[in-house]
Structure formats: structure tokens, C-alpha cells
């Protein structure tokens, strides 16, 4: 792997091999989501105990100083919206503006079996081959639309693989039954979105602790965390499982913990 595409990539996924990625970059085709409906303010207490971060370049520029030093990934795909077709997704912003923006990694999403499959799928290829170029990474996320029943491990596996032989360096998907069919096909690292609130913080710290057991490399997770009452306490719990090996009971405890103290 050239230099540079390895050092951003190392910037994201730690030595331990794992990561902690926070998903802020809702608002590019959902508008103002609960809780991140200020940016600035929801984000920026969170960037300390992110591994990286991913949102558009509006939301950077608009909401995030430029002295943090938390790494970047740059959603650069979207010119969809929950009120229009959501699959009809395309490049909205060019490498150029991603060096300029000194980001780590670029984020496209595909939709596998949807009417815009081929559209998505040639425009992650041709990212690919202008990242290569400058030596940056690619993320997959492996969108499912408005169709949540397609979250099961034969589909999802099909989307990842794909990504990966397109040349991604890490691929985004969501938590399934059967995840290691999803993880054992798929020889680029995985990292899971959380989705929709869950009903309990255990259900969270379940669904991070078991994606890893079977294989995940981490988490690029959103709502879970920020739209929680207590967003950093929850940060630092799902921390303790991807970087300490906290067991999905240890992580409630924690959190409970963190929760009590104000931390
Ligand atoms: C949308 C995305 C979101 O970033 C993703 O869904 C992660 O956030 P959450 O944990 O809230 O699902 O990539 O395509």
C-alpha cells in the first residue's frame, strides 16, 4: 500500500487495529436531524474521544474549527433527499476540495439492487481511481434506502464484497443475524452504522460488542450516540468495547457509571 493512503488509513483505524468513527453527516440528504440540528454544538464535545468523524463539507466548514486535530472522512456522495428518490446518489464534491480540506478518507454510498445500482456502483469506481491518484482512502457504506428489511447477512455480504473488489478501503454496513457470513466475505475491513435509536443503551453496547466478535473493525455509528441524553458517557462506553475489550455488560456498567458522575 502506497505511503500516504497507508498513513490516512492509520490516522482512522488505530494501532489496536479497531476504531471509533462518529456519523455526523446526517443532514446531507435528511436536513436538520434531531439533536444535530446545530452541528457545531452537538459535534464538538464529541470530537475527543472520536477516532474520526464523517460529514459533508458544508457541516466542516460551517460548524467545525479547524484546530481539531480528530481525523476527517468526507462524505462526498449525496444530490438525494428523504423526500425525493433516495437512491439517486452521485459525486457532490471533488477531490481536489478533499485535499484541500486535509481530510483522511472520502465516504460514497452504494445501492446495491436499487434502479441507481450501476450509477452508484461506476461512480465509486471512478472515486476509487482518482483517490488512488492522491493517495487517499475510499469508504463504502452500503446504503439500504427505504428498504430496512434488506439488513440481513446475504444481502449485505453481496454489497461488501462488492465494494471491496471496486477497491474500497473500508466498508460501512449495518449489524445483521449472521454478521460473520457478512464479515468472512469481505477481505477489507468492516465498520457498522448503529441506525435508529435503539429501545435500550444495552441494545447498543450489545449490537457494537457482538459486530466485533464477528469480525467488525469498529463502528461509524450516529444516533446511538449523539440523539442519547447522554452523548459522551455513551461515546466512552462503546470506546471501552472497541478499544478495551469491555464486554457489552462492563460497557453498561460504565456507562452508568459515567452517566452518574456527569462524565
Ligand atoms: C447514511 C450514513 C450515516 O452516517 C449512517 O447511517 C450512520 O449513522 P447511524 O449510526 O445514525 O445509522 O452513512 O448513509
Known amino acids: 500500500m502506497d505511503w500516504g493512503l ?50 459533508t463539507r458544508g457541516a466542516l466548514r460551517s460548524s467545525i474549527s479547524p484546530k481539531f486535530d480528530t481525523p476527517v472522512v468526507l462524505r462526498v456522495s449525496g444530490g438525494n433527499s428523504i423526500v425525493g428518490t433516495l ?63 434488506k439488513r440481513e447477512a446475504r444481502y449485505l455480504a453481496l454489497c461488501c464484497r462488492i465494494a471491496a473488489e471496486l477497491g474500497t478501503s473500508i466498508v460501512k454496513t449495518y449489524y445483521c443475524d449472521d454478521f460473520e457470513k457478512v464479515t468472512g466475505g469481505c477481505p477489507v475491513p468492516i465498520v457498522i452504522a448503529g441506525g435508529p435509536k435503539l429501545e435500550t443503551d444495552f441494545d447498543v453496547f450489545k449490537l457494537v460488542y457482538e459486530a466485533l466478535e464477528k469480525g467488525a473493525v469498529g463502528v461509524d455509528m450516529g444516533r446511538n450516540i449523539w440523539q442519547h441524553d447522554y452523548p459522551i458517557p455513551m461515546i466512552k462506553a462503546i470506546r471501552a468495547i472497541v478499544h478495551e475489550n469491555a464486554t457489552a455488560k462492563e460497557a453498561n456498567e460504565l456507562f452508568n457509571k459515567l452517566k452518574k458522575e456527569k462524565k
Open 87 to 149: 437512491e439517486n446518489e452521485e459525486i457532490i464534491t471533488s477531490m481536489k476540495e478533499a485535499l484541500r480540506l486535509n481530510v483522511s478518507a472520502v465516504a460514497f454510498s452504494i445501492y446495491v439492487g436499487s434502479e441507481y445500482e450501476h450509477q452508484t456502483l461506476t461512480c465509486l469506481a471512478k472515486l476509487i481511481d482518482e483517490a488512488q491518484d492522491y493517495g487517499m482512502p475510499v469508504i463504502a457504506v452500503t446504503a439500504v434506502g427505504k428498504e430496512l428489511e
Open 6 to 55: 497507508s498513513n490516512r488509513l492509520s490516522r482512522i483505524i488505530k494501532s489496536d487495529g479497531r476504531t471509533v468513527m462518529l456519523a455526523v453527516d446526517h443532514g446531507y440528504f435528511q436536513g436538520p436531524t434531531f439533536r444535530l440540528e446545530n452541528p457545531k454544538k452537538t459535534i464538538e464535545p464529541l470530537l475527543p474521544y472520536a477516532d474520526a468523524f464523517m460529514l
